[in-house]
């Protein structure tokens, strides 16, 4: 198991909370631990891992920090 963060903005914080730490297995993607946490993908805009670009694909690792940002609405 791997201990990592998970920190959500704006609009993803509603009945989430602003940080969720979790130990996952080794080997799960940015987009399990997304669908994990409960957001559906076309919410999201932005996903970095430890401050750099991700993609749902990328492997996470032990101390990881994952900032989620959502698309932003409006007009």
Excluded: C, Y
Excluded at 6 to 24: N, Q, S, Y
Aim: proline letters at 1%; hydrophobic letters at 45%; glycine letters at 12%.
């Amino acid at each position: 198991m791997v201990k990592i963060k998970v920190k959500l903005f704006a609009t993803l914080r509603h009945g989430r909370g602003k940080e969720i730490e979790l130990d996952i297995k080794e080997g799960t993607t940015v987009e399990e631990v997304i669908k994990f946490v409960g957001i559906e993908l076309k919410e999201i805009a932005i996903v970095l891992r430890n401050g750099r670009d991700a993609a749902l694909s990328t492997q996470l690792e032990d101390g990881d920090i994952l900032s989620i940002f959502p698309a932003v609405g409006g007009g």
